[in-house]
């Protein structure tokens, strides 16, 4: 079946465009926001080695299986399964991507939202303060607000939008590809601050020193989504940057570098943290706030502290910008490509839907905060509902699309570029992975986190 579109595919430029669209995707507020207040609220370095094994075993097979479909098909997250099978409601897995990719963005431009306002903040000064009650205090009375944070939320969805609108290679690629460098230096700057903190040995044995006593079923849960959520799998976005990567690329490989690379930034946010939580006597559970109220208490005694923490939080932002663009990415893909909509209106039309479901879970801090689903605030809810929920099962489908129905030779063809790669034992494994382990893994751990079923 054929089924092109009218317009021309646009497409990553070179190589190392590709992985920093790719690693700009994964490396986001997932890292520097999430990963440590979800270690600091499951116990540290036990949920870490749960958190790397369901990043190699799950995260990475899943990763590669959408580049491959992607890849292949040069097809949106919809299109590309409608294209290999065409008579199976396999495209509905792409459809809940789309969804998915709402809801992420809803709670994800809110946070997004307050490292923007962070970064006036720190530049006011305001913020330059060891104490937990005044670091605790500037956060609470943003988030509780009503026009300040939806006015941050608007402001990430316009530029991100504009960025978007500037299409794959002028948008995507040129603005990843300088920032990522840059946020990897001033990470290692601010380890090298929190590792000299008075009392930092705390923090570092928190991160690295296993006690599997705090590991419970719903941590094992929250360790596969935080994978899931991190390496950007388990909707289509990566299907849909897939789709924009050369026939030459070595897809397995690419993979694994992103995966490792993506974990060193986290583990990087976790040590420039975790040392100042023990140091200045803030406890590691706080939560989503977690980040803001600690950071401040880094800069404040450093020389220059004031410079270094505006640039953190410019840097956070632009990380957190790099990972909307994926997410963005994959409505506008199906848009303009399933129904021929222009770029233009296709973005606007999806922020604007954003704006809508995104400012409930801004106001879940203020005027909302008393509305409840499932006995969750609109913010909370579209965090579990995405990373524990349908990710996950976006997941186990991606993988019993690629192992039961592609087709073992068509799989092969594209995971060896052809025939070009020597790869046989590797794909064997992945095969395995696949077929086997990732959607019965999944699917158990995911009913057992959900209490469906009991151990
Ligand atoms: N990986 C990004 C982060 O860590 C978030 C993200 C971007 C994402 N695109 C995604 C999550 C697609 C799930 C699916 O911040």
Same mark, same amino acid.
């Given at each position: 079946?054929?089924? =092109? ?100 963005? @809803? ?42 944070? $939806? ?80 390496? +950007? ?15 030459? =690329? ?18 990087? @946010? ?15 559970? @706080? ?13 404040? +005694? ?25 997410? $963005? ?12 909509w222009s770029r233009r209106n296709a973005t606007l039309l999806t922020i ?65 570029? =052809? ?5 046989e034992g590797l794909f064997q494994v992945y095969r395995v992975l696949v077929r086997y382990l990732v959607p ?7 009913? @057992? ?7």
């Open positions: 079946m054929k089924q =092109e579109s009218h317009v021309k595919r646009e497409g990553f430029s070179s190589s190392i465009g590709v992985i920093a669209a790719v690693l700009g995707s994964a490396v986001g507020l997932g890292n520097i926001w999430k990963f440590p207040y979800v270690t600091g609220a499951n116990g540290g370095a036990a949920f870490i080695l749960v958190y790397l094994l369901c990043l190699a075993l799950v995260g990475l097979p899943v990763m590669l299986s959408e580049h491959l479909i992607g890849r292949n098909t040069k097809s949106n997250a919809v299109g590309a399964f409608k294209k290999i099978e065409p008579r199976r409601p396999w495209f509905l897995v792409g459809g809940a991507g789309v969804l998915s990719a709402f809801l992420i963005m @809803a709670f994800y431009t809110c946070v997004a939202g307050w490292v923007y306002a962070y970064i006036f903040k720190s530049a006011s000064g305001v913020l330059l303060t060891n104490k937990p009650q005044e670091t605790t205090q500037v956060f609470n009375s943003l988030v509780s607000g009503v026009g300040e944070p $939806l006015f941050w939320q608007v402001v990430v969805l316009l530029l991100t939008g504009a960025i978007i609108m500037a299409g794959v290679t002028k948008g995507i690629e040129r603005v990843t590809k300088v920032l990522m460098p840059l946020l990897f230096i001033l990470l290692i700057v601010i380890d090298v601050r929190s590792l000299s903190l008075p009392g930092a040995a705390a923090g570092l044995s928190f991160l690295f020193k296993p006690d599997f006593s705090k590991i419970t079923v719903s941590a094992v849960l929250a360790a596969l989504g935080l994978a899931f959520f991190k390496l +950007s799998v388990g909707m289509g976005a990566m299907i849909t940057y897939g789709s924009y990567v050369d026939k030459s =690329e070595n897809l397995p490989k690419m993979a694994v570098k992103v995966a490792l690379s993506d974990t060193l930034v986290s583990l990087m @946010a976790g040590i420039a943290i975790f040392p100042a939580v023990f140091a200045f006597g803030f406890k590691p559970d @706080a939560g989503p706030k977690l980040l803001f109220i600690i950071i401040p208490t880094v800069f404040n +005694s450093m020389p220059l502290g004031r410079i270094f923490m505006v640039l953190f939080f410019i840097l956070t932002a632009i990380a957190a910008t790099g990972a909307m663009l994926s997410l $963005l990415e994959v409505p506008i893909a199906y848009l303009t490509e399933q129904y021929q604007l839907g954003i704006g809508l479901i995104g400012s409930t879970a801004t106001l879940s801090n203020s005027i909302l905060s008393k509305v409840l689903i499932f006995g969750k605030t609109f913010f909370d809810f579209y965090d579990f509902a995405t990373s524990n929920v349908l990710l996950p099962l976006g997941g186990i489908f991606i993988a019993l699309f690629v192992g039961w129905q592609w087709g073992y030779a068509n799989v092969k063809r594209e995971m060896t570029n =052809e025939g070009q790669l020597a790869n019965i893994a999944v699917a158990i751990v995911l009913l @057992a986190g959900l209490n469906v079923i009991h151990f």
